[in-house]
């Protein structure tokens, strides 16, 4: 059942005190790094954000800040609504961030990255011959597209967050920029982009050696 997030009060006034756990503190530099060490995204770009528990609060990287260099002093902490609650400036998709975690209640992190096969793999998808995703039906089912916004505008916050309405999509494709991923966790959500970025790299991969053999 896909509901949006609401917040229940009585929890928000009791996550004031410790608004962001350790434990979350200590997942979202994990994961910011690996972002880069898998090669997902690069330099500043992308970003990630996951909802404190319990509360409308988002912990979002900061900006211009590259994933593997990422430190606690480096994570933006604002509210649903984009109000920035610390000293630092949230990343440029704070927008495209918010709106995909406000879309349903259990998204509870979303990825935003760089990574190059899927982001390739979006741009073809829809010209491929029927049945040619066949033996690929997580890559094929999972995903949606995104037609090209600016970066950081809000037309491209809401193109991104539409299609996650539907139950079964967990990644937006975004035409000539990169993807968006979501999950329960930011564990969850790195896992599912990792698959799909593997996934797309086979597929590409694939086609070029098939090409190659046709040509011959
Ligand atoms: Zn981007």
Known sequence: MNRPYVLNRTSEEKMRKNPAPKKLIEDFLEISHR????????????????????????????????????????????DLEGKQLNHVKPCLETHLHLETLKVREDIRAVIHAHSPYLTSFGKVKKHLPKGRLRNYPFLNLSTDFAPYADPG?????????????????????????????????????????????GMAKTFILTEILLETIKNK
């Open 35 to 78: 972002l880069r060490q898998g090669g997902l995204t690069f330099g500043a770009g992308g970003g990630i954000s996951a909802r404190i528990p319990r509360s409308s609060k988002v912990l979002i990287k900061g900006w211009e800040v590259a994933s593997e260099d990422a430190r606690e002093k480096d994570i933006s902490l604002v």
């Open 153 to 197: 505008s809000k037309e491209l916050a809401h193109s991104v967050a539409g299609p996650f309405r539907k139950e079964e999509v967990i990644c937006v494709i975004m035409e000539d920029h990169g993807v968006t991923v979501v999950g329960a966790d930011l564990f969850k959500a790195y896992y599912r982009l990792d698959i799909l970025e």
